[in-house]
């Protein structure tokens, strides 16, 4: 079994600059992809970022200029650096690896709420 477990959410104001993480832990051969994904309340789960196992990464659209994802293949971590963040930024935001042990498979982590107050 395979482990993700998030840190870093929290209230935050309007402007702010959290970063969040994601440590994977368990029977893990390699990671392939990596991401962050958040749900809001009443919306369905959308990407934030990813982050293959090379250097490319990729953002949704509203996204892009002021989050990075980042990742650190000798500790299986990835992060979030969100920056401005706006009161829409309100959220539950998951982590999500596709690990390979005997097969690949999909994982997320139990989530982080990160509220935005204005």
């Known amino acids: 079994q395979v482990q993700l477990v998030e840190s870093g959410g929290g209230l935050v104001q309007a402007g702010g600059s959290p970063r969040l993480s994601c440590a994977a832990s368990g029977r893990i051969f390699s990671i392939n992809a990596m991401g962050w994904y958040r749900q809001a309340p009443g919306k369905q789960r959308e990407l934030v970022a990813g982050?293959?196992?090379?250097?490319?990464?990729n953002y949704a659209n509203s996204m892009k200029g002021r989050f990075i994802i980042s990742r650190d293949n000798a500790k299986n971590t990835v992060c979030l650096q969100m920056n401005s963040l706006k009161p829409e930024d309100t959220a539950v935001y998951y982590c999500?690896?596709?690990?390979?042990?005997?097969?690949?498979?999909?994982?997320w982590g139990q989530g982080t709420q990160v509220t935005v107050s204005s």
């Open positions: 982050i293959p196992s090379g250097r490319s990464t």
């Open positions: 999500n690896a596709e690990v390979t042990w005997y097969a690949s498979r999909n994982y």
